[in-house]
């Protein structure tokens, strides 16, 4: 089991009458390898169970354990140093900062882990290619199109070979062809034996997961596989 979550919480305001229960309960096993699309509307905790699941944020009550460790009694740097190891983040918004080129971008994450700098432009390379950008690892992010930016940021993400891809709305800010392409990608990364976490509002984008968990005012609703054509 790579990611077992029990009876997890997060409350705002607790006690309070303006009490808000952003989790209320949640429970969730994830085995390694998988791909997993967690569907819900705005405002049904999908964004806070990811926020947790990634490291970002500590729930008010709950075990998470990752890859049998209790992550939820480690120190801030200790959180840190495993999700920088653990976990890629594929943002909405990118996420990419503007002054550098895409190959200092998809650098940053292998610095953080002192990777000498010989075999950090073996792992960039291999990156880039595998999202067909090597040619435009000079570009910075002002000069390379929402597609362009986004295939960065999953270039960041996979660069340090992590076993989980935490995916939040990835295509949300693209083209339906652009986003289809990014699919793609998430789509071999899984046939690879990456663990990948989709978090969506569209259906149609969770229809392209083997597996659907659904969530609803912080609890989970549904969670089910399904036939996907593309396996």
Not at 83 to 92: D, L, P, V, Y
Not at 100 to 123: D, F, H, M, T, W
Not at 172 to 201: C, F, M, N, P, W
């Amino acid at each position: 089991m790579l990611i077992n979550i029990k009876d997890i919480y997060k409350i705002y305001n607790e006690g309070e009458e303006r009490e808000v229960r952003a989790l209320d309960g949640i429970s969730l096993q994830i085995d390694r390898g998988e791909f997993v699309a967690v569907v819900g509307q705005s405002g049904s905790g999908k964004s806070t169970l990811m926020n947790v699941l990634g490291l970002l944020d500590i729930p008010t009550y709950g075990e998470y354990h990752l890859d049998g460790n209790d992550v939820t009694t480690l120190s801030d740097k200790e959180q840190a140093h495993t999700r920088n190891k653990e976990i890629g983040f594929i943002f909405q918004g990118y996420n990419l900062i503007p002054a550098l080129s895409a190959y200092e971008n998809v650098e940053l994450p292998l610095i953080y882990q002192g990777i000498k700098a010989s075999k950090r432009r073996e792992l960039i390379q291999d990156a880039m290619e595998r999202v067909a950008l090597w040619d435009r690892r000079d570009h910075k992010p002002t000069e390379m199109s929402g597609g362009q930016q986004q295939r960065v940021a999953i270039a960041r993400a996979i660069a340090t070979r992590p076993p989980i891809i935490l995916a939040d709305e990835p295509t949300g800010a693209l083209d339906s062809k652009t986003g289809k392409h990014v699919l793609e990608i998430l789509q071999r990364l899984y046939k690879e034996g990456t663990t990948v976490i989709l978090i969506t509002h569209d259906n149609g984008i969770a229809a392209t997961a083997p597996r659907v968990v659904r969530i609803s005012d912080g609890k989970i609703i549904s969670d089910g596989m399904q036939e996907v054509d593309w396996l």
